[in-house]
T-cell receptor
């Protein structure tokens, strides 16, 4: 049973705000929500992590509703270099003994 | 400060052969994990090591083994290679098992 569900792909244009939503209906009380970014032939890179409400850093914002059954990664004013695969993960920040569980991710394509 | 380094970056092996992949964690990180990423899929957890002991193992056959050395570097070994073992092998390190992981750029293994 998949722990998270996110769109397979999304398109946007430079300068736009992009929102990627992830569904995680079976999130456990102790689970955190973490987003990673991955470019071709590179390892995933941590973007942001949150537990509830809103988290913001220099790269992105993460919005989590009260029921925590979904979350939205918001990328402000995207550029061509934001073209990548974005993964939504739920669980321990380190994955625990079961490791991090990645789905297929969302392939975000930014056009000029 | 150097990130997670993996060697070699690329490797071609023949079916039935054995391969050893190496990983040096970020200085001060005591936990190392290994992931396999097949083209078009998210990374899949193989092993987690902490303080030189195996702390977690994913759903991979016994042909896969790993170890962590006193300096916290790690090796992943795969015996009797199959075509299906062709993938990007990622190493990730963390200060401990409950912290976020930093990934290396991976080793691209091609089995022919």
């Amino acid at each position: 049973l998949a722990k998270t569900t996110q769109p397979i792909s999304m398109d946007s244009y430079e300068g736009q705000e992009v929102n990627i939503t992830c569904s995680h209906n079976n999130i456990a009380t102790n689970d955190y929500i973490t987003w990673y970014q991955q470019f071709p032939s590179q390892g995933p890179r941590f973007i942001i992590q949150g537990y509830k409400t809103k988290v913001t850093n220099e790269v992105a914002s993460l919005f989590i509703p009260a029921d925590r059954k979904s979350s939205t990664l918001s990328l402000p004013r995207v550029s061509l270099s934001d073209t990548a695969v974005y993964y939504c993960l739920v669980g321990d920040s380190g994955g625990g003994a079961d490791g991090l569980t990645f789905g297929k991710g969302t392939h975000l394509i930014i056009q000029p | 400060d150097a990130g997670v380094t993996q060697s070699p970056t690329h490797l071609i092996k023949t079916r039935g052969q054995h391969v050893t992949l190496r990983c040096s964690p970020i200085s001060g990180h005591k936990s190392v994990s290994w992931y396999q990423q097949v083209l078009g899929q998210g990374p899949q957890f193989i092993f987690q090591y902490y303080e030189k002991e195996e702390r977690g193992r994913g759903n991979f056959p016994d042909r896969f083994s790993a170890r962590q050395f006193p300096n916290y570097s790690s090796e992943l070994n795969v015996n009797a290679l199959l075509l299906g073992d062709s993938a990007l092998y990622l190493c990730a390190s963390s200060p401990g098992t409950d912290y976020g992981y930093t990934f290396g750029s991976g080793t691209r293994l091609t089995v022919v």
